[in-house]
C-alpha cells in the first residue's frame, strides 16, 4: 500500500480497508478507452430528470460505484465474487432512490469498466480517478457518494463503515448521518462510527463519504450483500442518511477546498 493507500484511523482503531479495497493509486493491468466516453455520455443522460420535488430537490448528487473494469476490488472470500458489481448494483439503486427524492445524480459508471485508457501514459489508478473527479467537477456535484464492499484478513469483522475526509467537517457531519441510518437500518453485530480516511475520491471540496457497505471477509455478511433485497436496505439506508443530513436545521459547516493536483501527471 502507497502513502495515500493508508487509511488513519481515529485512535489507533481497526484497520477495515484492504490494499484491493482502496480507491487509489496502483498500478495495474486493462481498462478500456472507450468506456470513458460511454461514461461521460451516460453521466449527463443519468442527471437528465429528477423527480420535480422532495427532499432533495436542488441537490446534485454524485454516486461513484467503486473499481470497475480490471479492477475488481474486494473479492467475496467465500464466493469469489468482486465488489466492483456489487458496488454497481448499490450504486444504481441508489440512483433511482435520489432521483425519486429530487436530486439530480451523476453516476461515475455506469457498467462494469475502469475509466482508463489501455494504456495510459500515467498509472491507470490515477486515470481513472482523474476521470471520475472530472466527472463530478464538471458534473457541478453538491455531495460525493462513493460505494464500496470492505474485507479484512480476519473474518470477525463485519458492519457498515462510512469514511469522511480527514480534518473535514462538512464530510464528518455527512458521514455520521450516513452511519447513523445504516446502523439503524441494518443492525449489524457491531455498529461501527464513521471514521476519516484518506481517499482520492473523498478531496473534491463538496461533502464527500466513501461507504463501506460491509465485509466481504464475513461469511455471514457476504452472503446478505450477495442478495438484492439486503442491497436495496444499503441503498435504502444510505439515501435516508443523505435526506437525514439535508433536513439538519442548522447551518452545514464549509467543506475544505478540493486538493490542488496541478502537479499530478494528466492522463489526457
Ligand atoms: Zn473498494
Request: hydrophobic letters at 40%; one cysteine or more.
Amino acid at each position: 500500500m502507497g502513502k495515500r493507500d493508508r487509511v488513519r484511523l481515529a485512535a489507533g482503531m481497526l484497520l477495515s480497508v484492504s490494499a484491493v479495497c482502496t480507491v487509489l493509486l496502483t498500478l495495474c493491468a486493462g481498462g478500456n478507452a472507450a468506456a470513458v466516453f460511454a461514461a461521460r455520455e451516460a453521466a449527463v443522460q443519468q442527471t437528465a430528470s429528477p423527480a420535480p420535488q422532495g427532499p432533495l430537490a436542488g441537490l446534485v448528487i454524485a454516486v461513484d460505484a467503486g473499481h470497475g473494469g480490471y479492477d475488481g476490488g474486494a473479492v467475496g472470500r467465500v464466493s469469489g465474487v468482486p465488489e466492483k458489481g456489487l458496488n454497481l448494483d448499490v450504486a444504481q439503486r441508489l440512483q433511482k432512490l435520489l432521483s425519486g427524492l429530487g436530486a439530480r445524480v451523476i453516476m461515475t459508471r455506469t457498467d462494469d469498466y475502469a475509466l482508463c485508457d489501455e494504456d495510459p501514459p500515467i498509472r491507470k489508478k490515477l486515470q481513472d480517478m482523474q476521470r471520475r473527479a472530472r466527472l463530478i467537477v464538471d458534473g457541478g456535484a453538491d455531495v460525493v457518494l462513493s460505494i464500496h464492499m470492505n474485507e479484512y484478513a480476519g473474518r470477525a469483522q463485519s458492519g457498515p463503515q462510512v469514511f469522511y475526509r480527514e480534518g473535514c467537517p462538512a464530510g464528518r457531519l455527512l458521514a455520521g448521518a450516513v452511519q447513523e441510518s445504516m446502523n439503524g437500518a441494518l443492525t449489524p453485530k457491531k455498529e461501527r462510527t464513521a471514521l476519516s480516511g484518506d481517499y482520492y475520491i473523498l478531496t473534491l471540496g463538496m461533502p464527500s463519504v466513501l461507504v463501506e457497505c460491509g465485509f466481504l471477509s464475513n461469511r455471514e455478511e457476504e452472503a446478505l450483500l450477495l442478495t438484492g433485497d439486503y442491497r436495496q436496505k444499503v441503498a435504502e439506508a444510505v439515501a435516508r442518511g443523505v435526506v437525514a443530513w439535508q433536513s439538519l436545521a442548522a447551518p452545514k459547516p464549509e467543506p475544505l477546498p478540493a486538493v490542488d493536483r496541478s502537479d499530478e501527471p494528466q492522463g489526457d
